[in-house]
């Protein structure tokens, strides 16, 4: 009777502490805040990125102090604001490290959500990382479209994509046709690197010509491997398509390497567009007055004169005394869209922070349209900012109207 | 960049992957004089050949000569290692940005037969043609030359005649390496650059190697010339992102049905 009795006595203590355990001891857990919201990134410190890398680090951690100068994110689970603690790893610029790193933050680290790095390959390779721990990722700095057409649930991306790019230069092209600046139809010498950058760069281009093609056709369309060693063959065939307007898609070294060659050969055309590139100055002290008039699309320029980019744009240059770049805005956009969806998630459960993430809209954001929301594939789908270089050294956005700040000088000039 | 890796390969028998990091090295060293401290775009080689001239002795004698007569793999990876610690210190100096070297020739251009011609890049075949014969002159006609010749032909059989078969490596090696900054001073005044420069240019560099018969500096010269052609005449009927494959579509027929490249071609064809 007695052994019976403690076993029974045995089985109804184990049956309480059962009952009793998730009520008071996770219960407890759950309530009780972290003392930090751990975010993580791998960036390219180093290496061939490290110029970009060094922005996005520098606007991480100006986001960041700004946050945790306020107390942090409010997180509502916890009734508190909980401040952030950023790590960041330097990739070397090195797509197989990225993914390693990303791999500590998440099993190691324990990280609540990412932060993304720099650079399409790198983005490409690491988030895979985060999507496998289904732990929120959001960057500003890896637009090729390809990136977020994997199905993925959990990556985010405040800068829009390659193709858009060239969506919006076309759209502009447009308006200037109906403005009677430029001719109809426009003869297009189409050109781009050998990339998924530059494929999604030609395939908006010729979306829009098969649309309307009474506006637009293209007469050459060439892809071309990165890293070009002669330009030569390349815009000889430009000059033989007779073209009224040229555009191609090409890295820095690239740019520069074509350009030279193409105003060596004494080349012209209403319109001569490398895509993004164009206003960097780099570029501008290699090409000399050959880069004036270029026409370049990007994502942010500091001379928006909505009240939010200009905020910003101060603010990095008195912290870092030097002006920002676009890679730093958008890192800068990409860590705040974070802070929000954690707080709009008010908790620091991974799944509904990605919910909050995909619902997100953010007013007065330093991007162009002051907005930042996602498409179902995670990726903004704002219009790119248009700019054109203007003699020594200048800088004008001549598109969107809203923040332009000067008008176009097309055609451009003969030299 | 190639009579450079022709020359090392010929004498040594090993193939120097650190001859992109020189030639990247030598078109920062360009950068820095003719940027930083004013120097005449077309004069800086006077200053950097020597400089890499002596680097490349230094690194002959310290570096690579442990590694001499151990499995080709020991070389290939050793210089492969020093490329990678050449990049990395221009990627601590410079970073990873793109830079150029803008002076008052670049975009200069003369017309020749109503074909505009870029000032820089006349300069910079002439000054090719002037490496090749000066180089063609001095292995031909000084005891140096000869003396660089014969280890390349036979080491043992030279140092039976009394050559300083380490010496002759040693400069061999700093010749190639002077022969490889060169070609990077050069082509900075023509492209952009950033550490990485000059990976895709060694690919190349091994294809005029292979295609020119690997010992012979005229058919280094033949090579160039054949590549260049085909390169650049491959684009009428094919895209110029297959321009790459032009290249090594060349070296792997080159390889297979005339091995012994142009060289081997025009030495039959006299012989006939």
Known sequence: MFKINKILLTILVLIISFILIPAVGFGQASTTPPKEIILGAALPLTGGQSREGGYVNKAYAMALKEINDAGGIMVKAYGKKIPIKLIIYDDKSDNTTSVQLYEKLVTEDKVNALMGGYGTPLITAHTIVAEKYRVPYVNGGGATGAIYQRGMKYIFCVISSIEKLSFTLMDWIALQQNAGKLKKPLRIALMGENTSHGKEFRQGVLDKSKAAPDRFQVVMDEPFELNLKDADPLLQKVKAANADIYLADARLADYVTIHRRYTEMNLYHSIVSYGPRGPE?????????????????????????????????????????????????TAYEAFRVMAKAIED?????????????????????????????????????????????MPGGKVVIIYPKDVATAQPILPIPKK | ?????????????????????VMMWGAYFAFVLITRLGGNPFLAPIVIVPVFFVFGMFLQRYVVRRVMGAPPISSLLLLFGVWLIMQNISYLIFSGDTKAITTKYTLLTFQLAGIPVSVNRMVVFIVGILALLALRQFLGHTYMGKAIRATAQDSDASKLAGINTSRITEIAFGIGIALASLAGSLMALIFAFDPDFGRSHLLKGFCIVVLGGLESMIGVALGALV??????????????????????????????????????????????
């Not at chain 1, 995909?358 to 007065?364: E, F, H, P, R, Y």
């Not at chain 2, 960049?1 to 650190?18: D, F, H, P, Q, R």
């Not at chain 2, 390889?255 to 142009?262: N, R």
Request: proline share 4%.
């Open chain 2, 1 to 21: 960049m190639s009579y450079g890796l022709t020359l090392i390969y010929g004498v040594m028998k090993i193939v120097n992957l650190a001859h992109a990091g």
């Open chain 1, 345 to 389: 998630a008010g908790t620091l459960d991974k799944t509904k922070i990605r919910d909050a993430m995909a619902k997100i809209d953010m007013k007065n954001s330093l991007v162009v349209g002051g907005r930042v929301w996602f498409e179902p594939n995670g990726q903004i789908n704002n219009d790119h900012l248009i700019m054109q270089n």
């Open chain 1, 281 to 329: 100055k780099a570029a501008r002290d290699a090409l000399g007055p050959a880069s004036d008039y270029i026409i370049s699309c990007n994502w942010w320029n500091k001379d928006i004169p909505a009240a939010p980019s200009k905020a910003f744009a101060e603010k990095y240059q008195k912290t870092y005394n030097e002006p920002a770049e676009w890679f730093a805005a």
């Open chain 2, 227 to 272: 590549l260049a052609l085909a390169e650049a005449l491959s684009v009428l009927w094919l895209m110029p992102a297959m321009q790459d494959f032009v290249s090594f579509a060349l070296l792997v027929i080159v390889l297979i049905v005339m091995p012994g490249g142009m060289k081997g071609l025009v030495d039959r064809f006299f012989s006939k």
